[in-house]
């Protein structure tokens, strides 16, 4: 198959140039890989070596030379040294050793043990040598394909007419127009003829987790420490679904985040069950922070059930799941075990919607904090459903859900049915092969080395945004005259007794102890006072970063940078942030990152900053926002517009809103279902924001920012939760004042009239 060419092998031989019987003998073996195709990568000394090994994750074999001389050793790097390097980050590429016959005795059995075998070049003929070397990275590389997506290419490779779904077959359709053609032409070929139909025996049947697939879940099952692992195809939206209908029927009370998803107020409004909520803690920033450990204890649930109006005999009633976002998407991420713990004896059944965060079972950092990890204890049930595709390496869409049975009964067949209405009858083939691959990526300890690598940038981002803070300030005069971005992190890290800033702090203990990062509820710098200790941790791969304008203690500054205007520049720029706060955005290092990459963000950061000191006309900055608003914007420059926008929203006092916005619930008068049953029958009506108070609405209304729901379907707003109402008109009349930043509220529907934009909510009939 030519899908395993390009994959070098790595000679690590000192004496690869040298004209030496040896020397020879290696060019030699060299020679006829390359003549066999094989690209060979040769590094002369051990930390060449080393690079070369980092760098090419892909490799197939390794020759490591076991006479490598003090020189090519560095000093220190011996070769048994290098081969525990390369085992630990990979147990199954084939090693040779290259060495004299007579020196076997004096290996020691700890480098025996994990070689693959021997070459001794100045005995056999350079043929036969690099016929071995080649026949073990073919094994190898067959060897490292999972279950399914090896049998989609055999499949392809085979190459049959079919006569089945997709109509397209194999992408031959498309040829028979230009468009089609270029189509065609842009996927390339294996693309189109790896999207095959459920038609296809040979791969087994995702609906039945049958055949191929079937052995692609179990496997991904291992990788991820689950009892059973489904894929799913329609993205956690669908793996969230396929949980609540398994388990949830109408007038199940349910404990919900209400920091959640919109996936699971549909589910909600799907299986027609009740909710109550945890409320999330907020900061002065107006970050969203986790919800707090006490509100699971049974006792504040208890009493959450006794003032929900929607439950009659509350002393009877149970609760039958509980749903929580873990991480946030503020990139926090809870002891599940002790969420767990405190659940233990209310609900049968936990929902972690990870979709943030795939890979933390993969890193020692993360130990605890996720549901499927290991206990002895048998509590609730768990589900964890995660967006492969959002956080590891998969196509969009492609989504798994993990369950650790507990308590609560899941019984493959009768949940099988919410997943067969949850999945198409046609499901996306290369969606599935991409998450057999993200799985058998994670296995072993690869997994860990790859989320190390995300840990490892994301801290150097970090500790270079406060060492440039500190330059900056140093440059200045007068020195309070300074501004930088400040990233929203732990200030100290207690480094053996000794608190250290973090620029100071030692790199391996920032990525490996969770201590460095916790909420711990001694510490000022999160602003989430009454937390548990050990309770939440911040990850480190979501940076937050803060633009000025909300002084610590939550009054706002005199001067602001408001991050939507940030962050609309770096979009212009090529960067694309994962979220934008009030004061605040988020950037994500996910497996995806190179080396590097925060560089350009940095540059981009410092770009920023020069032309808003020099106050650069926004012609120049935002051409395009100019062109299509001159009146607003022509003439200025792009502190005024900074000045103006925090002006507005400091006037408004912001921060204080949003915290007002987010303490006090709307009262339930009916269920979602009941809500969404009037919004289909048209027993609703359109209203616009400022009058809904009193009004029960019917449709869940999420401003972004902050991205948590202020509404949900059945609630109504009451003199209590007046601060909704205006916090949606405010938005809505700066939408009107800075077009171009809009704000995006879902859930509305959004009127201009004369030149104002005016938010609709649907509400129900009275
Ligand atoms: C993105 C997201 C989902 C939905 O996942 P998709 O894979 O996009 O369907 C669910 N829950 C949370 C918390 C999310 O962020």
């Known amino acids: 198959m030519d899908y395993l060419e390009e994959f070098p092998v790595i000679v690590i031989d000192d004496e690869l140039h040298s004209d030496t019987a040896e020397g020879r003998a290696s060019r030699e073996i060299v020679k006829e890989l390359k003549e066999e195709n094989f690209p060979v990568i040769e590094a002369l000394t051990a930390r060449d070596g080393v690079h070369a090994f980092l760098s090419h994750p892909h490799a197939s074999c390794i020759v490591i030379d076991w006479e490598l001389s003090p020189e090519a050793a560095d000093g220190t790097l011996t070769a048994a040294d290098l081969i525990t390097l390369i085992r630990e980050r990979n147990p199954k590429i084939p090693i040779f050793l290259n060495t004299e016959k007579l020196a076997i005795s004096a290996i020691p059995l700890s480098v025996i043990s994990r070689i693959d075998g021997y070459i001794w070049k100045l005995e056999d003929t350079p043929g036969f040598i690099a016929g071995h070397i080649k026949r073990a990275a073919t094994n190898y590389l067959a060897d490292v394909l999972p279950p399914f997506f090896r049998g989609l290419m055999d499949y392809v490779e085979e190459y049959r007419y079919s006569w089945h779904t997709p109509g397209h077959m194999g992408g031959v359709a498309f040829l028979k127009s230009a468009a089609g053609r270029i189509f065609y032409n842009f996927f390339g070929e294996n693309a189109l003829r790896a999207d095959l139909s459920a038609s296809v025996q040979e791969l087994g049947s995702l609906l039945e987790h049958s055949g191929v697939v079937g052995e ?20 956690t939206s669908a793996a969230n679904k396929i949980v609540w209908l398994s388990t949830v029927t109408a007038g199940d009370v349910v404990l919900v985040d209400r920091n959640c998803h919109a996936s699971v107020m549909h589910a909600i409004v799907m299986t027609g069950a009740v909710p109550i909520y945890l409320i999330p803690a907020r900061n002065e920033y107006g970050i969203i922070g ?77 130990a605890g904090r996720f549901g499927m990890h290991e206990t002895d204890a048998v509590g609730p049930t768990v589900f964890a459903t995660q967006s492969t595709h959002k956080v590891l390496a998969a196509f969009s869409q492609g989504s798994m859900l993990h369950v650790r049975q507990g308590r609560g009964v899941v019984d493959h067949p009768r949940f099988n049915e919410a997943f067969m209405m949850l999945t198409s009858t046609s499901p996306q083939y290369t969606i599935i092969a991409s998450l057999d691959v993200a799985a058998r990526m994670m296995a072993g300890h690869s997994g860990r080395f790859l989320v190390e690598e995300a840990i490892e940038e994301a801290i150097v981002f970090r500790k270079k945004m406060v060492t440039v803070a500190e330059e900056i300030r140093a440059g200045s005069s007068p020195r309070e005259d300074y501004w930088w971005f400040t990233v929203w992190q732990p200030d100290c890290i207690m480094d053996e007794k000794t608190e250290r800033a973090l620029p100071e702090a030692d790199d391996a203990l920032l990525r490996n102890h969770a201590g460095c990062w916790l909420l711990e509820p001694h510490d000022a710098w999160h602003g989430f006072p009454g937390l548990e200790e050990g309770y939440a941790m911040l990850d480190p791969i979501k940076v937050t970063i803060l633009t000025p304008g909300i002084g610590p203690g939550g009054e706002m500054e005199e001067r602001g940078i408001p991050a939507a205007v940030v962050t609309k520049y770096l979009r212009e720029n090529g960067i694309v942030v994962e979220k934008t706060g009030y004061y605040s955005f988020l950037v994500l290092f996910t497996l995806g990152i190179t080396k590097g990459k925060s560089g350009t963000l940095l540059a981009e950061l410092f770009r920023f900053k020069a032309l808003y000191d020099g106050n650069s006309p926004l012609e120049e900055v935002f051409p395009d926002l100019v062109r299509q608003h001159p009146a607003r914007f022509s003439g200025r420059g792009l502190a005024d517009l900074c000045r103006e926008m925090h002006g507005y929203l400091r006037d408004e006092s912001i921060a204080g809103t949003l915290r007002n916005v987010y303490a006090t619930l709307p009262e339930p008068v009916m269920t979602p279902a009941e809500a969404y049953r009037r919004l289909v029958r048209g027993e609703v009506t359109p209203v616009p924001a400022s009058d809904i108070e009193g009004k029960t609405v019917a449709v869940m209304v999420v401003p972004y920012p902050p991205g948590i729901p202020v509404i949900m379907p059945g609630e109504r707003c009451g003199p209590a939760t007046r601060a909704i109402v205006g916090y949606l008109v405010s938005s809505q009349e700066f939408d009107t004042l800075f077009p171009g930043f809009e704000n995006e509220v879902h859930g509305v529907d959004v009127v201009a009239e004369d030149g104002q934009r005016v938010y609709y909510v649907y509400c129900v009939t009275e």
Do not use: Q
């Open 216 to 235: 692609a879940e179990r496997k991904a099952a291992e990788v991820f420490g689950a009892d059973r692992t489904y894929f799913v195809t329609g993205g």
């Open 290 to 366: 986790p919800v707090r450990n006490s509100e699971f204890h049974p006792e504040v649930v208890a009493e959450k059930v006794r003032n929900c109006p929607l439950i009659d005999d509350p002393a009877s009633r149970t609760v039958r799941m509980a749903a929580v976002t873990n991480s946030t998407y503020d990139g926090i991420c809870y002891s599940a075990e002790r969420i767990e713990e405190n659940l233990r004896e209310t609900v049968p059944y936990i929902h972690f919607d990870e979709a943030w965060s795939g890979y933390a079972r993969f890193h020692p950092l993360y």
